[in-house]
Antibody
């Protein structure tokens, strides 16, 4: 049974870097049939796609966040990570990691972590 | 970016009702659309992918249809457990974009 678990600080100061890690269990992050993604949801609002990464390190980012965001993968630890620089209150959200289906193309997200709330505040 | 517009934004229906939620895309997404159910305080869960393919384990009362710029999610007979917000996601092109959500309330 695949499980994804987000971890990282729940409180980040404005202008600092938000860093989260997603640990994958019950499956290999090096699977050629899957990719890994980050999505966020401000409290009480809708979903925003942040970006995807394939185990090779190939990435796709939301242009609206491209200058702030880096997604990386550590196959030795079966983890992938999100870094968002220069955080502001607008980055306060529940952050979800997810698995997606890859079949010669980036397809849909099929399994999500439980999410972690990150608040940006001094 | 492809804009996804869901309608209605909120929906109140009775147990046993047939419910339809629509996603309209600003340009064609072909069939590259998924539907998710998000219950209060929980992560989204996949219901439908590729517009009409039912995810394993999802009740058969859920179905998806359409292609191009108008796609729909139908619940054939609403159950109390279906209280949730429903989102569409287009993955035809980057950036992936979600609809704004449809909050389904049970009368």
């Amino acid at each position: 049974q695949l499980q994804l678990q987000e971890s990282g600080p729940g409180l980040v100061k404005p202008s600092e870097t938000l860093s989260l890690t997603c640990t994958v269990s019950g499956g290999s992050i090096s699977s050629s049939s899957h990719f890994w993604g980050w999505i966020r949801q401000p409290p009480g609002k809708g979903l925003e796609w942040i970006g995807n990464i394939y185990y090779t390190g190939s990435t796709r980012y939301n242009p609206s966040l491209r200058s702030q965001v880096t997604i990386s993968v550590d196959t030795s630890k079966n983890q992938f990570s999100l870094k968002l620089t220069s955080a502001t209150a607008a980055d306060t959200a529940i952050y979800y990691c997810a698995r997606g289906i890859y079949n010669s193309a980036w397809l849909h997200l099929d399994s999500w972590g439980q999410g972690t709330l990150v608040t940006v505040s001094s | 970016d492809i804009q996804m517009t869901q309608s209605p934004s909120t929906l109140s229906a009775s147990v046993g009702d047939r419910v339809t939620i629509t996603c309209r895309a600003s340009q064609s997404v072909s069939s590259w659309l998924a539907w998710y159910q998000q219950k209060p305080g929980k992560a989204p869960e996949l219901l439908i992918y590729k517009a009409s393919s039912l995810e394993s384990g999802v009740p058969s009362r859920f179905s998806g249809s359409g292609s191009g710029t108008e796609l729909t999610l139908t619940i054939s007979s609403l159950q109390p457990d279906d209280l949730a917000t429903y989102y569409c996601l287009q993955y035809d092109s980057f950036p992936y974009t979600f609809g704004q959500g449809t909050k389904l309330e049970i009368k």
